[in-house]
């Protein structure tokens, strides 16, 4: 009986609610795909970014700077409230670092430090590598990682099931004897670049210098390991960590023209790994958020409800930022209506994964129609990205947007991570996803349930 009603229940409410979001945005949402698709704004506002300022790592003058041009730029543009919240960051400088293959012949091996880990000691760590493709492997080889430098070769299976080599990787070799550690880097595909990225040590267990190999030298080493031949590498880095320091979440928004205090966030994080530009990760979700906003008031759509864009700063080492701005917007985060984060690449938008109510994600599911004509009406569960989350924690209703992932890991945390790898239409249509979203739960009548 309680099924029967249900289906009643939605189906009066498709009815309804979804021909009215229909009715009532479907224009609306055509000129904001038009002006997005045409609009050239977002593209030179990224490529700025990148060859302006560069790589953003947290508590680097780069980010500083990037933070002061936007924060410059989004009062030009005419937003209310422009502010650079201030939060501390921890620092992390990566310094000189090099690997050497010694045995059984020699090369320089392309290397990346990873975030957080120590140097070596002075005139480097020269010793035997010992290669494991798992934790199962290192378990067995028992107190043969004594001495040696452990090389996790683990394969890609999907970021969040091969990350943890890269995060605790460390820790588990020096608990075993290793003297340092590296790991193949984590991405499925690779034209020798290695992949930085965020580590940490556990308490009470040696911490021994942690960097990334290129997945062509990781896999060459286990080669050679398992034709019986020794290896001997030459590590040596600089790495440390300082003393924390000053950063900004960026915060920039328009007033409601009905109820100012019910706030829709929209963002990415500023800050990014001190490689490449951070151009997909996470420049172009940043500034997509941003472009959303800003064409939404350039079309003069005045939606009822306030729509803020949040950049926040240290998302890669630290997630300071989030946390501050949950924090610093305790006293208004019961007027959170929506949060909407974007960082996973400004690829081709499939649509957004939500985290929230049944209720509200009919209502979503119904805005994601008007998304047809760019391709990114395909919702899906699981909103709750980094920056997001501690929102979602608090209740809020939360959403990222869903691109073609197929080539983020090609890139993500590499020298590669560049401009260049931005197409103009995949970007726009981003900014048309973001701004429709943002723009039609600002604007409806209801406010989208809890
Ligand atoms: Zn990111």
Not at 343 to 354: A, C, R, T
Not at 387 to 397: K, R, S
Request: net charge neutral; hydrophobic share 40%.
């Amino acid at each position: 009986m309680k099924f029967k009603n249900h289906i009643v229940f939605v189906a009066l409410f498709s009815l309804i609610f979804g021909n009215s979001i229909k009715e009532s945005y479907e224009n609306v949402s055509l000129n904001i795909i038009e002006k997005s698709l045409m609009d050239s704004t977002a593209y030179n506002r990224l490529a700025y970014i990148c060859d302006t300022f560069g790589p953003r790592l947290s508590g680097s003058k780069n980010l500083e700077k990037a933070i002061d041009w936007i924060l410059k730029e989004m009062k030009n543009d005419g937003f209310s409230n422009v502010q650079g919240e201030r939060v501390k960051v921890p620092v992390w400088i990566r310094g000189e670092e090099s690997a050497t293959l010694l045995k059984p012949f020699y090369k320089e091996l392309s290397i990346l430090g990873l975030g957080g880990s120590v140097g070596t000691r002075r005139g480097g760590i020269t010793a035997e590598v010992l290669v494991v493709n798992d934790w199962e492997e290192l378990e067995i080889v028992g107190d043969n990682a004594k001495g040696k430098i452990v090389l996790f070769n683990a394969p890609f299976v999907s970021y969040g099931k091969t990350v943890g080599y890269r995060y605790s990787g460390a820790s588990a070799a020096a608990k075993q004897g290793a003297v340092a550690s590296m790991i193949r880097s984590i991405g499925p595909w690779s034209m020798n670049t290695p992949h930085t990225g965020v580590m940490a040590y556990k308490e009470n267990i040696h911490k021994i210098p942690h960097v990334a190999l290129t997945m062509e030298d990781a896999m060459m080493l286990r080669r050679i390991q398992d034709r019986g031949d020794k290896i001997i590498v030459k590590m040596s880095m600089d790495a440390k960590m300082v003393a924390d320091r000053w950063s900004r979440n960026v915060v920039g928004e328009i007033k409601g023209s009905e109820y100012p205090d019910e706030i829709i966030v929209l963002g990415g994080h500023i800050d990014s790994w001190d490689v490449g530009q951070g151009a997909q990760d996470d420049g172009g979700g940043c500034i997509a958020a941003w472009e959303a906003v800003r064409i939404i008031k350039e079309l003069d759509l005045k939606p009822k409800r306030t729509i803020r864009c949040v950049l926040w700063t240290n998302e890669e080492n630290g997630g300071k930022g989030n946390k501050a701005y949950r924090d610093m917007h305790k006293d208004e985060l019961d007027k959170h209506v929506l949060a909407i984060e974007s960082d996973g690449g400004v690829f081709s938008p499939k649509g957004f994964g939500f985290s929230g109510s049944e209720s509200a994600k009919l209502i979503v599911e119904k805005i994601h129609e008007l998304m047809k004509p760019i391709g990114a009406h395909t919702i899906s569960d699981g909103g709750r990205a980094a920056d997001v989350t501690p929102l979602n924690d608090e209740g809020i209703p939360v959403m990222s947007l869903k691109v073609d992932g197929s080539k983020y890991f090609w890139y993500h945390h590499t020298n590669a991570d560049t401009f260049d790898k931005i197409d103009f239409n995949e970007f726009n249509r981003c900014v048309a996803a973001m701004a429709i979203m943002a723009y039609v739960v600002a604007d409806m009548d209801e406010r989208l349930p809890r």
